[in-house]
């Protein structure tokens, strides 16, 4: 009896032990129900819910890897990746990898123009090298040739402060108002090339509204930067702090946050962002000599002062 079990085993096949194996590998294989939202812009957090979750190693959207964090064995919560289409999403782990069953449709904002490289705010995952001692703020503002009457378009900047934080507390590296200095940018491919040309701007001084901005940032002057940007719509007017890159301060460094006081006008759009720099004074290089920590979601128009601000403390914001 034991022998014609064993040609049977041989005959049809492999061994018991290892169909059964291959039955516990198929049962331990990551599966995804569903993904919520199911639309969104670059950037959207979404809800990844399946079953054997839990030793995820990477988070595929088509086929950039996603900035994600697992939350039980049944849910990861992942981040649509910068620069995306519309794709679907895998989760791999050590048993197998499983895909949603429907693409997430990636729908940006379309008051944001194609060409833009960043349509939605976002955190680096990649932390700067830690021989990167210094860091400085940045902004972007472009005019709008969608819309009409954007030759008129214009970006008021009253003030920029970039802070970083170290040990909860909270230390002031530039600190500007009335001032910036900047360049304009090839627009078409976005930023295609580091020539850029001088970037004209105009001083001008203004009255604050009490009624309307009762509140006032301390040191804040009657001097405003005007940018023209309906002028040069061919361009990006790439602008950052008027005072030099300073040291970051000693200690371990959570993160730091832009902060810019700024008006703009019907056509004009703006972001802020910044970069750390491996020091005060190196110069841009293809050698990597500064790390983007990211940029703030886009600002619109309005006839009303706004505080336009991004921070990387925290990383990733799920």
Wanted: include cysteine; proline fraction near 8%.
């Amino acid at each position: 009896m034991g022998k014609r079990i064993a040609t049977a085993m041989i005959a049809y096949g492999t061994p018991i032990s290892i169909l059964l194996a291959f039955a516990i590998a198929e049962t331990n294989r990551p599966e995804i129900l569903r993904i919520s939202p199911t639309s969104g812009p670059e950037g959207s957090r979404v809800e990844i819910t399946g079953k054997i979750l839990q030793e995820a190693s990477t988070v595929l959207f088509g086929s950039t890897s996603s900035t994600f964090t697992v939350i039980s064995p049944e849910k990861i919560t992942a981040l649509i990746p910068h620069k995306s289409l519309t794709s679907t999403f895998t989760v791999v782990t050590p048993q197998g990898r499983a895909s949603s069953p429907f693409a997430f449709v990636v729908s940006n904002d379309r008051r944001v123009p194609d060409e833009v490289s960043y349509k939605a705010g976002y955190v680096n995952p990649v932390p700067p090298p830690r021989d990167f001692k210094s860091a400085l703020l940045w902004g972007i503002a472009i005019a709008d040739t969608r819309v009409s009457g954007y030759e008129s378009a214009a970006v008021e900047i009253a003030s920029t402060q970039l802070t970083c934080r170290v040990g909860a507390k909270d230390v002031i590296l530039n600190d500007d108002s009335g001032n910036i200095r900047g360049g304009l940018y090839r627009r078409v491919p976005w930023f295609g090339t580091d020539q850029h040309d001088p970037m004209p701007m105009t001083q001008a001084k203004i009255v604050w509204d009490r009624v309307s901005d009762p509140v006032l940032p301390r040191g804040q002057s009657d001097h405003v930067v005007a940018l023209p940007v309906g002028q040069r719509p061919d361009r990006v007017w790439h602008f950052w702090s008027a005072s030099p890159r300073v040291a970051l301060p000693r200690g371990n460094i959570e993160g730091c946050t832009v902060k810019a006081r700024v008006k703009i006008s019907h056509g004009a759009l703006l972001q802020m962002g910044m970069d750390y720099w491996r020091t005060p004074t190196i110069a841009f290089g293809a050698g990597g000599n500064n790390h983007e920590a990211g940029a703030s979601n886009w600002y619109f128009p309005s006839d009303q002062w706004q505080e336009a601000l991004f921070t990387d403390i925290g990383g990733p914001h799920f």
